[in-house]
């Protein structure tokens, strides 16, 4: 069960790291697709990709967490 702990951590540390790229990439994207080619929607818009990511970060964390106490 440690296994699948550590594993449930590991990929959440790796979703977030991958959520941050995404995001900062579509926030670039949007930021000079309003500058170049009239996007109409504001660049904060998107931080809305990142809310999947934080659904699934959060589904394995507490996964990791219910795994651990199964150990103890």
Do not use: E, H, Q
Not at 4 to 13: G, H, I, T
Not at 18 to 37: E, F, L, P, Q, R
Request: proline share 3%.
């Amino acid at each position: 069960m440690k296994f699948l702990s550590n594993l449930f951590l590991v990929l959440a540390v790796l979703l977030s790291d991958v959520m941050c790229a995404v995001v900062a990439y579509n926030y670039c994207d949007m930021v000079w697709g309003i500058k170049y080619a009239g996007y109409s929607a504001p660049a904060s818009t998107a931080f809305l990709v990142a809310i999947p990511f934080m659904i699934a970060i959060v589904v394995c964390v507490v996964i990791a967490l219910y795994f651990k106490k199964r150990t103890t």
